[in-house]
Structure formats: structure tokens, C-alpha cells
């Protein structure tokens, strides 16, 4: 939408094709339906290092349509935003229908005509350029110009079935490897259904393949019924599933502003301080109150011991648990559940100024499609405003 939207206001005659009934599908579902639009990060060197190694290819897209840019375009066309936690821009009504409604407006006023029920099925080459596509109802779709969107391979159900991808190779474009990202994560011990809703703050969660550490965050994450979510570790996803087969672990370190010695010396002073009181009563200062009883076990302290009278081995024992609960991985939710796909067209053939394709001369890309994903926070939706903006107006002019 933004790509059909910055060609048609340009003067490009635009059609825009949706394989679905109706536009913006997944966008709706953004934020948990709140539309978290971007992040609002100043400098586009900063943002762009968010985004790891291939964030160098976005810092002349950022320079040329960045984060105030995206505020600027939605609070123009009346949906006003607001900054929470994180840096996270949100609607401010949070409603991501209203940023829908938004793009909508923009492809009417550039006279962009949108053909919904229209899925593409074959794109016909001659040579370097694109000749025309064919719709799976048999018409074809002859243009001057093509731009993929489609998305990557995350929550099919939206429509983002992976298209694009086997078109590009088609064409002669690498596909680096396809990895569901922003996804939940699976462990092998059964004791997560017991803490599943446990919402966690402020702690610390690593990473580990065959015991050496490959990442590490550190905020807010949840129990599930079989795993672990929320944002530290849907962030951690993507390294993790690379990782897998493997032994890969999750340790959780409840109290990461403690160093051991700190930690066993406030445990000291509130056993001193409660001597009367037992073990299974004494850890409501320390952790949530559902996960007391799981540490509880899981230090093998007798429960009804008086904390005055547990020993220094089984302090040690207890601080083991506090600072690296272990959970093994055994693997990240699929397609279905990742927010984002990682991986997909190399960046290698694609000019980062205008998009363009460096082996098709009249294909652009922009989004999900490309070998780029980001953090959640409204990293991934500045992708698309970025790439789209950018392959649009080079589309229109070029």
C-alpha cells in the first residue's frame, strides 16, 4: 500500500493486486490490533543498527523516509500517536484500523485502483525485464514496472503464503534462508504448564547451544502452556531456531541486578531476619508467588525447614535457581505463530537506494520479502514504510 500509494502520488498509473478480499489484513493485527507503527528512534544510524547486520542496507532508506517521516505521514492524514514504553510509537486511539483507513485514503488520492480476489500466479520473463503476470483466473497483467510485496511466510491464515519468494528465485534472485521469527519458544520440561500466565519483569534471559552463549536479553517474557513468550524472548527467537537441532537452552537469571555474592548476602539477611519462619514461606520477597513452589521444589530444601537452619549447600542450591533456571529447547513455534519471517531475497541483488532488482530491470521489492527483519517494536513495520516509500517513488520516476 505504501509502495502503490508513493507511485500514484507521483503520477504513476498504479494497479494494485490483492490475492484477498479485503486490504491490510495482517497490518490489523499489528500491535495487538493497536498498530505499533514505528519506533521512535532519532537517529537513523541508531535504528538502523537494530536490526543486525544487514540493518547497513536500510540507512539510506531511513535517511530518506524514517521514523518522524512515518509519524509525519499517519499524524497528516489524522491519526494521531503516542510513545510508550520502549520507544514504541502507537496509535493513539489504539485502533490499527485508523492507519488502514490512513494508506486507504492515500492510494485514492493517487488514484491507485485496487483489484482484491486477484492472486498472481506466474510472472512471464523476457530477458532482463518482466513482460507481464497472470493472474490464477488466466488475465494478464501487462505494466511497465512491477513491484513484490508479498510479505514473507508468518501467519499464512493473512494471506502470506511465501509467494514471492519462488517467484524471485524464478527470476534468478537468491532466497537466503526462510526462519519464523518473533515467535514463541518450546521447552522439554513439563513444570512450564504449572507457571503458564506467569508474566515475568525485569530479568534476564539467555541462550545457550552446547553450553556457550549465543544471545541474551534482558525485560519482560511470559510462560505459555509449553514455553516461553513475551518480548525478550520472541526477540531471541530467530537465533535460537538457527541454533536448533541442538542442545540449546534457556537459562533465566530471576534477579539479574544481584551479582551472586549480592544475592546470597540479602538471602542471609532474611533468613536472619525471619529465623522463625519456614522455607516455603520465606521466598515471597524474592519471587512471584507462583513460581515460589516450583523453586521450592526444585532446590529439594525440605519445605518445612526453618530458614535459620538451612545450610550454606542448600543456599547454594537455591541461589543456582534463582540466577539460572534452566529450561531446554526443543524448538520455536512455526510459520503460523512467528510475527516475522527471517530470511528471504538477498540483499546482495537489490540496490538499497531505489529497490530496484539488480537483475530484473523493471522489479522492486519492498518489505517482508527481503532478507530484513527487526526486533519487535514497530521495527518490522518501519521496514515496509521504508522499502515501500522507496521502491514506489523509484518505480514512478526511474
Not at 129 to 145: F, S
Not at 334 to 349: H, P, Q, R, Y
Request: with cysteine; charged share 30%.
Amino acid at each position: 500500500m505504501m509502495a502503490a500509494g508513493r507511485a500514484g502520488e507521483l503520477g504513476a498509473r498504479v494497479v494494485l493486486l490483492e490475492k484477498n478480499n479485503r486490504p491490510g489484513i495482517k497490518l490489523l493485527m499489528t500491535g495487538k490490533g493497536r498498530c505499533n507503527i514505528t519506533n521512535k528512534i532519532e537517529e537513523p544510524r541508531m535504528m538502523a543498527e537494530r536490526y543486525g547486520k544487514n540493518g547497513k542496507f536500510l540507512l539510506s532508506l531511513f535517511h530518506g523516509f524514517g521514523t518522524e517521516d512515518v509519524i509525519n505521514f499517519f499524524e497528516s492524514r489524522g491519526v494521531m500517536t503516542k510513545v510508550e514504553k520502549g520507544n514504541r510509537v502507537i496509535t493513539k486511539n489504539d485502533r490499527s484500523q485508523d492507519v488502514l483507513d490512513a494508506l486507504l485514503g492515500y492510494l485514492k488520492e493517487g488514484r491507485v485502483e485496487i483489484r482484491f480476489n486477484s492472486e498472481a500466479k506466474e510472472i512471464i520473463r523476457k530477458a532482463n525485464r518482466i513482460e507481464k503476470i497472470i493472474l490464477a483466473d488466466g488475465e494478464e497483467i501487462i505494466a511497465d514496472k512491477f513491484i513484490i510485496c508479498t510479505g514473507g511466510k508468518s501467519y499464512p491464515v493473512t494471506g502470506s503464503t511465501g509467494d514471492g519468494y519462488a517467484w524471485a528465485k524464478n527470476l534468478g534472485h537468491t532466497v537466503m534462508a526462510l526462519l519464523p521469527a518473533l515467535t514463541p519458544v518450546i521447552v522439554g520440561e513439563k513444570i512450564v504448564k504449572e507457571l503458564e500466565g506467569l508474566s515475568l519483569k525485569d530479568v534476564e534471559i539467555s541462550a545457550y547451544k552446547d553450553n556457550k552463549k549465543i544471545d541474551s536479553k534482558s525485560g519482560e517474557a511470559l510462560f505459555t502452556g509449553d514455553g516461553m513468550s513475551g518480548p525478550i524472548v520472541i526477540n531471541m527467537s530467530k537465533v535460537i531456531a538457527r541454533e536448533l537441532p541442538g542442545k540449546v537452552e534457556l537459562r533465566i537469571d530471576f534477579m539479574p541486578e544481584l551479582d551472586l555474592k549480592a544475592l546470597d548476602q540479602k538471602i542471609q539477611k532474611e533468613f536472619q531476619e525471619g529465623n522463625n519462619k519456614l522455607f516455603r514461606n520465606s521466598l515471597d520477597s524474592l519471587l512471584p508467588q507462583k513460581l515460589i513452589p516450583i523453586i521450592v521444589r526444585l532446590s529439594k530444601i525440605d519445605p518445612e525447614k526453618k530458614v535459620n537452619l538451612v545450610t550454606r549447600e542448600e543456599r547454594k542450591s537455591l541461589l543456582h535457581f534463582l540466577k539460572s533456571f534452566s529450561l531446554e529447547v526443543r524448538g520455536v513455534m512455526g510459520f503460523e505463530k512467528a510475527m516475522v519471517t527471517s530470511g528471504g531475497i538477498s540483499l546482495n541483488e537489490v540496490d538499497p537506494k531505489t529497490m530496484r532488482s539488480k537483475i530484473i530491470d523493471n522489479l522492486f521489492f519492498a518489505g517482508e520479502v527481503l532478507d530484513l527483519d527487526g526486533p519487535t517494536g514497530g521495527y518490522n513495520l518501519q521496514i515496509c514504510w521504508s522499502t515501500g516509500h522507496a521502491a514506489g517513488e523509484a518505480a514512478a520516476l526511474n
